[in-house]
């Protein structure tokens, strides 16, 4: 049997930075997709092509060694056969066929859709029943370890458990997980690419991952109660361990603490359908982390300023890691031409790149059939 899966990429609405901090993230699947192609045969060797690099290349399942930084596209797919084998999963070789919509380096989870869409098609290739769950924390396991970039476990779970017309409000302590209805009647997402490229895996990411850790570490011995994540830290505690906690770690905690708020809350406006609350918590999302986070970059900051000037807009934050990639705005869809038209001209009195828009909705998460 030959399997094809189709996987989107994913926008986060709103709880950026927090799925690392054991917090409450809101992601939804966009129009945008990734198409793999497999085809098992027997043996150990996993043949790969690109349609998008036109790059074809091959390795054997005997022979995974984990890499430390600087990966690229072939490194992802690699990951998710040690992952699985090192799981108990062992996998027979196969041919991948490769092609992508999802911009890469953009924070739209263009490799956290390849991972998915390698764990789907070699697991049904083997008859293993995994969940879109497990598979999710597998590929998470294969970008910690083989890749060495220690992102959270969001992109996985939103690109293979996102549904149409929805958001997915994933909580990262226990991966419990509910959908919120997002159905936009009126109103659309634009996706504004800065083009500014920044590689998840460069250390400003990690950097942010252990700055939260030692913001938990400092707190556990300023505070009278047990902390093991940001998670378990109020806004009162912050309050109590300001003055012991270096200004850069007070800043981290008080933005990650605070998203958390703003991600349940924005949960309620969902719920009652208010995407004006929903769009005020967008921006006030953005305004942390290019504040208190330092996330951002003048060009996302220029976007989202932007758009907010224009009418018929909601709401805009950056989205994803940060430091370049993509700005998200929720707007009235009538709107969409002269908020694109406003963002470009911006970029274009400063003679950078024009960014690239899409406009999108709440897509449908992974899917695989036999063909
Ligand atoms: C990247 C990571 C995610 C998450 C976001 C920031 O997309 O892969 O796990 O940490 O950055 O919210």
């Not at 990966?71 to 797919?77: A, C, L, M, S, T």
């Not at 958001?167 to 690419?193: K, Q």
């Not at 869809?333 to 960014?355: G, H, I, L, Q, Y």
Request: charged content about 20%; some cysteine; overall charge negative.
């Amino acid at each position: 049997m030959i399997y094809k899966a189709v996987v989107p990429g994913r926008v986060n609405l709103i709880g950026e930075h927090t799925d690392y901090n054991q917090g409450m993230v809101m992601p939804a699947a966009i129009d945008l997709y990734l198409t793999l192609i497999c085809e098992p045969r027997a043996g150990r060797i996993i043949t790969v092509f690109s349609e998008n690099y036109d790059q074809e290349a091959d390795f054997s399942l005997d022979d995974l060694v984990p890499i430390n930084g600087d990966p690229g596209w072939v490194d992802y797919i690699r990951a998710v056969c040690w992952a699985l084998e090192n799981s108990g999963y062992p996998l027979t070789g196969a041919s991948l066929n490769i092609s992508s919509s999802i911009p890469v380096g953009s924070g739209l989870s263009s490799s956290a859709a390849l991972e998915i869409a390698v764990a789907m098609s070699l697991a049904a290739a083997c008859k293993y029943d995994l969940s879109p769950s497990e598979m999710a924390v597998l590929c998470q396991k294969g970008e910690n370890s083989f890749v060495g970039v220690h992102s959270g476990i969001m992109d996985q779970y939103a690109v293979a458990l996102a549904r149409r017309e929805a958001a997915l409000l994933l909580d990262c302590r226990n991966l419990h997980y509910n959908y919120l209805p997002l159905v936009l009647d009126g109103f659309i997402l634009l996706i504004i690419d800065s083009r500014v490229k920044r590689s998840l895996a460069v250390s400003a990411y990690n950097r942010r991952r252990a700055e939260c850790e030692e913001a938990v570490r400092k707190m556990s011995g300023l505070l009278k109660k047990r902390i093991s994540s940001l998670r378990d830290v109020t806004l009162d505690d912050i309050k109590e361990a300001r003055h012991g906690l270096p200004d850069l770690l007070y800043r981290r905690a008080r933005y990650v603490v605070e998203e958390n708020l703003r991600v349940m809350e924005a949960a309620e406006a969902l719920n009652s359908s208010d995407l004006h609350s929903f769009g005020y918590l967008m921006n006030r999302s953005h305004s942390g982390l290019r504040d208190l986070y330092e996330v951002s970059c003048p060009e996302l900051d220029l976007i989202v300023d932007t758009a907010s000037d224009c009418p018929g807009v909601l709401g805009a934050r950056m989205t994803g890691a940060g430091f370049g990639g993509c700005a998200v705005a929720l707007i009235e869809a009538e709107f969409a031409e002269k908020v694109s038209m406003a963002v470009k001209d911006a970029f274009r009195s400063n003679n950078w790149p024009v960014p690239i828009i899409y406009k999108t909705f709440a897509a449908q998460g992974a899917c695989l059939e036999g063909i």
